[in-house]
């Protein structure tokens, strides 16, 4: 789930230009989940069908599992990772959480990193975006 984003010098503001990337739901019971580790890093890029972040969550089901689970999330969208914002050492989040940012552009990857460090995505400014399209699988180990 990836939304867009811009910077101006007196003030970031969202746009056309960025993706933000949020903690899916992948259950309706899912109250929380983890990031459990980041399958790309700041400035690659990201094509549809690439697997982007590992999520872990006790709830898949309507129940608490009695261990964890790690799902693979995988982009339908493109862009250049400009800025991870909750790493596997924030814990349990709640899903729509902002976990990071895309770029549609490689030249716009700074502005948009530094325009998401200013900003509270997860509030006001990150309600009406365009969030990166994505499906989950189950992590076979």
């Not at 493109?78 to 899903?95: C, H, S």
């Not at 990071?100 to 530094?114: D, F, K, Y």
């Amino acid at each position: 789930m990836f939304t867009r984003l811009l910077c101006t010098r007196a003030a970031p503001t969202l746009a056309a230009d960025a993706i933000l990337v949020r903690m899916p739901q992948l259950s309706p019971a899912m109250e929380t989940a983890s990031v459990h580790k980041w399958l790309i890093r700041e400035g690659e890029f990201v094509e549809p069908a690439d697997l982007v972040v590992e999520v872990e969550t006790d709830t898949l089901l309507e129940d608490k599992s009695a261990e964890a689970v790690v799902l693979e999330v995988e982009s339908h969208d493109e862009g250049w990772l400009a800025k991870i914002l909750v790493g596997p050492e924030t814990g349990p989040i709640r899903p729509g959480t902002v976990l990071a940012v895309l770029a549609e552009e490689e030249h716009q990857v700074g502005a948009i990193a530094q325009a998401a460090d200013q900003m509270d995505l997860n509030a006001r400014d990150g309600k009406q975006l365009r969030s990166m399209l994505w499906q989950a699988y189950l992590k076979q180990c």
